[in-house]
């Protein structure tokens, strides 16, 4: 009896999604739609004369749950008059990485092309952790955070360097998992050992 009562009591407490069940709002995206979006310039190189919006207008959120947690899933980065380039991976678990397709039309890719083009003989071939920022492009993103996985392609349509981008996306798969447990000893530094 007293193992019912403290069910029940846990239960009422549980959060209201629980309760009520209705499921939590992740903000999903909606997969095979072309958007459009806008980033601008690095929040470290400012412009005397406008505003300063943090990190607020470099970042791509495929999600209302990794806007959340601050977890995006494409950057704009550029040092002062630097290269300007993309990166995925935001924080030290993150294993995401890109993929430079070139000059391929992004309304013609379908989910397989993620593991590259058949009709592609690039020398650039191959998954980085950021690549550089080139008009016309289309690139790959493949997510693999520690609960988010999924992929999804962008193309730059208009750059102008060291200001702003617009850029069309289109996302193919996107999943939130709950991670139960994660094998011990992860280090970026570690080598294999017999």
Same mark, same amino acid.
């Given at each position: 009896?007293?193992?019912?009562?403290?069910?029940?009591?846990?239960?009422?407490? *549980?959060?209201?999604?629980l309760v009520h069940n209705k499921p939590r709002d992740f903000g999903f995206p909606e997969l095979h739609k072309i958007q459009r979006i806008?980033?601008?310039?690095?929040?470290?190189?400012? @412009?005397?004369?406008?505003?300063?919006? +943090?990190?607020?207008?470099?970042?791509?959120?495929?999600?209302?749950?990794?806007?959340?947690?601050?977890?995006?899933?494409?950057?704009?980065?550029?040092?002062?008059?630097?290269?300007?380039?993309?990166?995925? *991976?935001?924080?030290?678990?993150?294993?995401? /990485?890109?993929?430079?397709? +070139?000059?391929?039309?992004?309304?013609?890719?379908?989910?397989?092309? @993620?593991? +590259?083009?058949?009709?592609?003989?690039?020398?650039?071939? +191959?998954?980085?952790?950021?690549?550089? /920022?080139?008009?016309g492009h289309t690139y790959a993103v493949l997510i693999n955070k520690g609960d988010i996985r999924g992929f999804f392609f962008f193309q /730059?349509?208009?750059?102008?360097?060291?200001? &702003?981008?617009?850029?069309?996306? @289109?996302?193919?798969?996107?999943?939130?998992?709950?991670?139960?447990?994660? *094998?011990?000893?992860?280090?970026?530094?570690? &080598?294999?050992?017999?």
């Amino acid at each position: 009896m007293k193992f019912l009562l403290l069910a029940a009591s846990l239960l009422l407490t *549980a959060s209201p999604a629980l309760v009520h069940n209705k499921p939590r709002d992740f903000g999903f995206p909606e997969l095979h739609k072309i958007q459009r979006i806008t980033l601008s310039r690095s929040y470290s190189c400012p @412009v005397p004369t406008e505003p300063q919006q +943090g990190y607020a207008n470099q970042m791509l959120f495929l999600s209302s749950y990794s806007r959340q947690r601050n977890s995006p899933e494409l950057l704009f980065f550029a040092a002062c008059s630097g290269p300007e380039y993309f990166t995925s *991976a935001t924080s030290g678990d993150q294993l995401d /990485v890109l993929y430079d397709f +070139g000059a391929v039309r992004l309304d013609g890719l379908i989910a397989s092309d @993620v593991f +590259g083009l058949s009709h592609t003989t690039s020398a650039k071939a +191959g998954f980085r952790q950021d690549v550089k /920022v080139q008009s016309g492009h289309t690139y790959a993103v493949l997510i693999n955070k520690g609960d988010i996985r999924g992929f999804f392609f962008f193309q /730059v349509v208009n750059y102008v360097p060291n200001q &702003k981008l617009d850029l069309e996306y @289109v996302v193919m798969d996107y999943s939130i998992y709950h991670v139960e447990q994660i *094998a011990p000893g992860f280090d970026w530094d570690k &080598k294999s050992y017999y």
